[in-house]
């Protein structure tokens, strides 16, 4: 019985010094490494076996001679993420990982922009959100400051200044008060990116008509149309004038030209004329008795 | 008798793997930044896409066919992908991707609504085959940041970049 136990033991312990000896023989792999970057593997042991480097991202393999390190130059791996690295040989595999990073500098932008037409002194109207990217095309995920940058035609800059979180950034902001095109711009490092955002006039404000007989017909006419912001509405907005008078109404529909709509309405006893454009309505004016 | 034989058949599919369990799928939407809410709807979509990316991704690998990723994938991702099935191709090498868990969790829903971004800490297998002779399996344990495009009628899977945990 005692020999049995002996062998036991002294199995067991040969077993536990041959495991530290496989664990002191595993791959020596660095953790991580930037993309692109120079690196080596240690392949533990004697002989020749193959080194599989495994990820989404890239597979590569090489037949390397153990005892010595196997490297890798500058570009072998650029592709960001989580590879295996494989070790096969005739007395079986050995395993390990390592994580690619993506470069710290920022190389490039996906920049979304919207909208890319909108009236002006819109509140949080303009949207911006950017992936932020390095040289090989990897998400940067470690915060990074991006700048958001939107000119007025007059000039004026709105800035705001915000880090990445998991490699994305956003902003929103205000259309400005003057027409015209904006440059919207976000900005990473030494990398930027624009998008041109048009803001045109916002609906008329104030709108108001007079009238002037003329011959038979009364000559109705706006003042020019302009927006809360002061800027021209474009030609070519419709304008509704309408009159209405005991036993009826009639409708005209006359689009803005050199900011101002005109029209020739007959004028009858007691008649009322507004005006009206889009949802903004203007004054009116009663004629005759 | 018929359901015996049934018993038996999934038995014997089980056994020989043609059937790969479907993986555990956990989601979290409490870490969402940016100012567009994400709809049930929309959520329910972009998740069921993304774990299809992760069927497409395997069967791509596994067949060395870069052309089964155009469903799931697009841009970099895809380019990325199809540059590996061809470096394995080249090599003589065959993988396969089996994955088990997704924890899932939104990230950003960028305001315009063309992308979600998610993190989804995900559990798999790396099968390695040389010339068809299994080499390896291994099981892995990674972060992957993902960003995901709407495309016609289905989100695609833009980036998808394991990242240090």
Redesign the interface.
């Known amino acids: 019985m005692k020999p049995t136990l002996t062998f036991l033991l002294l199995g067991l312990v040969l077993a536990v010094m041959q495991a530290a000896r496989a664990q002191d023989e595993t791959l020596n792999v660095p953790k991580s490494i930037e993309a692109g970057r120079a690196f080596s593997i240690q392949n533990p042991g004697s002989g020749e076996a193959i080194l599989y480097i495994v990820g989404p991202g890239q597979v590569l393999k090489r037949t390397v001679q153990l005892g010595t390190s196997t490297s890798f130059p500058a570009g072998s791996v650029c592709n960001a993420g989580h590879y295996v690295v494989i070790l096969a040989q005739a007395s079986g595999t050995t395993a390990q990982s390592f994580d690619v990073t993506p470069a710290n500098a920022p190389a490039s932008l996906s920049f979304f922009a919207k909208p890319s037409r909108l009236p002006v002194g819109l509140h949080d109207g303009i949207t911006g959100a950017v992936y932020v990217f390095d040289v090989y095309h990897n998400l940067i995920a470690a915060p990074t400051p991006v700048s958001f940058e939107l000119s007025s035609p007059s000039g004026a800059v709105q800035r705001q200044l915000v880090s990445t979180h998991g490699g994305a950034a956003w902003t929103e902001m205000d259309s400005t008060s003057q027409q015209g095109s904006s440059k919207f711009v976000a900005r990473a490092g030494d990398v930027s990116s624009a998008r041109i955002i048009s803001q045109v006039p916002g609906d008329p404000c104030d709108l108001k008509i007079s009238a002037q007989p003329s011959g038979k017909e009364l000559d109705l006419q706006t003042a020019p149309v302009r927006d809360c912001s002061g800027n021209a509405v474009p030609d070519g907005t419709i304008v509704t004038f309408t009159e209405t008078y005991p036993g009826g109404q009639s409708t005209v529909d006359v689009p803005l030209k050199r900011d101002i709509a005109e029209v020739k309405m007959p004028p009858h006893d007691g008649a009322t004329f507004t005006v009206a454009s889009g949802v903004v309505l203007g004054n009116q004016i009663r004629w005759g008795k | 008798m018929l359901r015996q034989s049934a018993l038996v058949c999934a038995s014997i599919l089980l056994a020989t793997g043609m059937v790969s369990a479907q993986p555990e799928v956990t989601v979290d939407t409490s870490q969402l930044?940016?100012?567009r809410p994400l709809e049930d709807q929309t959520k329910a979509a972009a998740i069921r896409d993304y774990l299809q990316s992760w069927q497409g991704?395997n069967e791509a690998?596994e067949q060395d066919q870069p052309n089964l990723l155009d469903e799931d994938f697009i841009g970099?991702a895809k380019d990325?992908?199809a540059?590996?099935?061809d470096?394995?191709a080249k090599?003589?090498?065959q993988?396969r991707?089996q994955d088990r868990v997704h924890h899932i969790q939104f990230?950003?829903y960028?305001?315009?609504g063309?992308?979600i971004?998610l993190?989804d800490d995900a559990e798999y297998d790396?099968q390695?085959l040389?010339h068809d002779k299994p080499?390896?399996t291994?099981p892995?344990s990674?972060r992957y940041?993902v960003?995901l495009t709407p495309a016609e009628v289905r989100w695609k899977v833009r980036?998808?970049?394991?990242?240090?945990k």
């Open positions: 930044k940016g100012p991704m690998f970099t990325n992908l540059d590996a099935i470096e394995q090599a003589g090498v993988t991707y990230l950003f960028s305001p315009e063309l992308s971004e993190i790396v390695v040389d080499v390896s291994v892995v990674a940041i960003v980036v998808m970049q394991a990242d240090s």
